[in-house]
């Protein structure tokens, strides 16, 4: 995907990020591609895809994460630079 964006959720326990990567997943033309769990409970789910789509996923995860467990925190990185892609361990 030419100019990728990044999207992320991250909550407090596992089954709000669950319910938030459903919703992502079926609310736009995104794709998952890493869960990372840093301790303590939080968990941040990170999506890719066209700036669009990745704005409606996160908007849709961000609502049911919110409704079944604690929200921490939402990003959006619109046209990430090739250097973000490789910080995080994924390739473009």
């Given amino acids: ?20 990567l459903d919703a992502m ?7 998952h591609v890493k869960t990372v769990s840093i301790g303590g409970g939080f968990v941040t789910v990170v999506v890719r895809g066209e700036v669009g789509a990745v704005k409606s996923a ?24 090739n250097d973000v892609f490789g910080l995080i361990g994924i390739n473009k």
């Avoid at 997943?25 to 794709?31: D, S």
């Avoid at 467990?69 to 619109?78: D, K, M, R, S, T």
């Fill in 1 to 20: 995907m030419a100019n990728d964006a990044l999207g992320f959720v991250e909550t407090r326990g596992n089954t709000g990020s669950i319910m938030a």
């Fill in 25 to 31: 997943l079926k609310a736009a033309n995104v794709e």
């Fill in 58 to 81: 996160i908007e849709a995860g961000t609502e049911a994460a919110a409704t079944i467990g604690e929200l921490i925190c939402v990003n959006i990185i619109p046209s990430a630079h």
